[in-house]
């Protein structure tokens, strides 16, 4: 018999959408599935259409939350699973009809399924999505998605799906933002295999009022300081030495978060301008003068940041 696939969908005034999610799930030619629905204190009318589809379909299961937000949502939505395997969906996002069939069908214990996704908008999809989006595909393509991590998540938010024990010894959906960040860490750190399908199965939907645009559990400074926690404590050598590269404003914010966590390092620029000038009290250093035997979060974006990727293959980069 197929393993029942649990899919956990966070809602919160999700109406404009909804219905068109849950109708691209129930066109699924995969059958075998419950949608647990956590709708989070909506406050529109997103609750009595999810009694309506649920009323007509037992394997919509709605759930009720005071406003606690999307992980603790998700959470709660992960507690009143009963399936086997276990994958997210978003409320303003589309399924593929294959979606479910090809990703339980590639699922085995040990490995994080991950499906190719695509960006669509009504007003039209940004250079910058698309470019994040073609990047994305393509480290699923090489099963390379534990690579780069430091740059971007690595993993689509609502394109995995992993057996339940699998997800339960990653930590479930955790207990930090930015959450699909986090659960991808600790996929690597768990040594999940990635297994791809190279298949578009996923349609994320731009649109103003998007989470991510939006919450404040999503800004940037959450990502630094996620980023920073895990490569201290998975990828730091401490038998090497440390070189910052890059003191813009993201530079400037992982110097300081070292520092308050009173981590070693050199400071580096390649920034003719800014070599030999004084920040938080560290002199910054050229660029070209460091200790390419020290291991290097580089935090320089851009042409310049394409550069330095070309130059130290082995840097962590941060941007």
Known sequence: MENLVSIIMPVRNGLPF???????????????????????NSTDQTWEELMRFASADSRIIPVRTNGIGI??????????????????????????????????KACVKGTVVIGMVNYFCEQGIGEGYKNYASWLNDLTVMKANYKDMYKECTIPSSCWMM???????????????????DLAFRMRRNA?????????????????????????NYADNRFTDLKLEYFLFDDRDLKFGLTLIGAGKKGKLIAQRLMDKQVDFKWATNNPRKIGVDIFGKILINEQTIDQSNQLIIAVAGEEGKVLRTKYTSGYFFC
């Open 18 to 40: 909804l219905a068109m999610c849950i109708q691209s799930i129930l066109a699924q030619t995969f059958s075998h599935w419950e949608l647990i629905v956590v709708d989070d």
């Open 71 to 104: 992980l603790d949502a998700l959470n709660v939505g992960a507690t009143k699973a009963t399936g086997q395997i276990i994958t997210r969906m978003d409320a303003d996002d589309l399924m593929e009809s294959n979606k479910l069939a090809l990703m339980s």
């Open 163 to 181: 057996f339940r024990s699998d997800f339960t010894k990653c930590g479930g959906f955790g207990s930090r933002y930015p959450e699909d960040y």
């Open 192 to 216: 999940l295999q990635i297994k791809p399908v190279k298949k578009v199965l996923h349609q994320w939907r731009d649109h103003p009022k998007r989470a991510s645009r939006n919450d404040t």
